[in-house]
């Protein structure tokens, strides 16, 4: 239940939990409590649910604890081809036959490792009809390799609790940094203005509570989790779905304020969101691409918009180009809301033309019997957005041959790893 940490990126506690199941057989056993215990301990090391650290640390270990399970458990009945320590008479005749080519196979093998960046994908390369899998060479070289065992219910009763863990915490990670990004993001969609009419402190920073200290704290936000994250070896998949939900309730929570105030939709309010955009497409830029993924397309409704807001000369825009080019992703209802409540300011901007509202309102009548274009708000899902496939999928290249054991069980003499 303490933090074990990590060798060579690798969750130590989900290895060593994994390969003390191996040791005792826990998988192939018809009952057993260790998984109830295991799964009581895990539960009990997530209630506290402020604690970002706890929890990225145990997402960390339960989502890789879960991949290894289910790369040795192989459903009762399954019929899939597995490889077995064991091998029939024909397999060890053919490796009896093909052991002068093992050497120079193994050698092969390692140079082409070697330059894979150069060779593209290994796994497509094909031998003698033979897909060349690591665990073929392996294989006809005569050395173990790790096989399946049938499930028993117990094992796979484990194996969806912990997959509800999984889901678990990754919503309680998500949810936490929804909730510390709500007051920043009600700061942020309105500019400041004085008694003169002016923007307070607009494109600078004076203080705390300035217009850009809001988007920095968002900013701030961003990074502490992203960091948590990785420190703690999250698998990239799961900080990707993260982040990308995030920015998604970051484009429903700025949109919809948006559309719901109508002294929002001005050109200067327009800038003041356009300059706060840009330093999330900063920080989306600056972000690595196997986490960065697809943040910023989720940012498409507020985008646009403000892209519309900040338009001069509005009333020469036709409903084509409005719904073509500016805001494709809009509906009609959401572009009939903005141009609706788009009025002059202090820059004497002006709105869309008359015929342009009347097009609208025209598609909106004959669309009124339509449910989905009734309302033109955005809905935020909290939804777990990816499959226990998705994680499996993501992690299929993990070596964890290299990982060593906790400091408290390296000093006693009675423990080793199983070696297959």
Request: a neutral charge.
């Amino acid at each position: 239940m303490e933090n074990v940490g990590f060798s060579h990126g690798k969750p130590v506690a989900a290895i060593t939990i994994y390969e003390c199941l191996l040791q005792r057989n826990a998988f192939e056993a018809e009952s057993s409590g260790v998984f109830e215990r295991l799964i009581q301990m895990i539960r009990s090391t997530i209630e506290d649910q402020d604690s970002n650290d706890q929890l990225a640390y145990w997402l960390s270990n339960t989502s890789t604890l879960l991949f290894l399970i289910q790369q040795r458990l192989k459903a009762a009945g399954s019929t899939d081809a597995t490889l077995h320590k064991k091998s029939p008479p024909s397999a060890f005749l053919f490796r009896r036959m093909t052991m002068p080519l093992t050497a120079y196979i193994m050698k092969s093998y390692g140079m082409i490792q070697n330059n894979l960046k150069m060779l593209g994908s290994f796994l497509s390369l094909r031998i003698w009809g033979f897909q060349l899998f690591p665990s073929f060479i392996l294989a006809i070289a005569g050395l173990d390799v790790e096989c399946q065992v049938e499930a028993k219910y117990p094992a796979l009763h484990f194996e969806q609790q912990l997959a509800a863990c999984v889901e678990k915490i990754y919503g309680i990670i998500r949810d936490n940094l929804k909730k510390e990004l709500v007051l920043s993001l009600s700061l942020c969609i309105r500019a400041p203005w004085t008694s003169k009419g002016s923007v307070s402190g607009y494109g600078h920073s004076f203080g705390k509570d300035s217009p850009s200290s809001h988007w920095q704290s968002i900013i701030e936000s961003l990074n502490a989790f992203h960091n948590k994250l990785k420190e703690n070896s999250v698998p990239p998949i799961l900080i990707q779905k993260i982040f990308t939900q995030v920015f998604s309730y970051i484009n429903v929570q700025l949109f919809n304020s948006l559309l719901l105030h109508c002294e929002c939709c001005k050109f200067i309010n327009g800038e003041y969101l356009k300059a706060g955009l840009a330093k999330l497409e900063l920080w989306c830029n600056q972000a690595k691409d196997e986490y960065a993924g697809s943040f910023w397309d989720e940012l498409k409704h507020i985008r646009q918009a403000v892209g519309f807001l900040v338009k001069d000369q509005k009333y020469r825009i036709s409903y084509n180009e409005i719904t073509n080019d500016m805001c494709p992703i809009l509906s009609v209802k959401q572009l009939y809301r903005i141009c609706t409540l788009c009025r002059g300011d202090n820059y004497n901007t002006q709105g869309v033309s008359p015929d342009v509202i009347s097009s609208m309102r025209l598609l909106m009548t004959r669309d009124s019997n339509n449910a989905v274009s009734r309302s033109f708000l955005l809905d935020d899902t909290s939804s777990i957005s990816f499959s226990v496939s998705d994680l499996s999928n993501s992690l299929q290249e993990k070596d964890f041959s290299n990982v060593k054991p906790a400091e408290e069980l390296l000093k006693n003499p009675a423990f080793r790893f199983l070696q297959e």
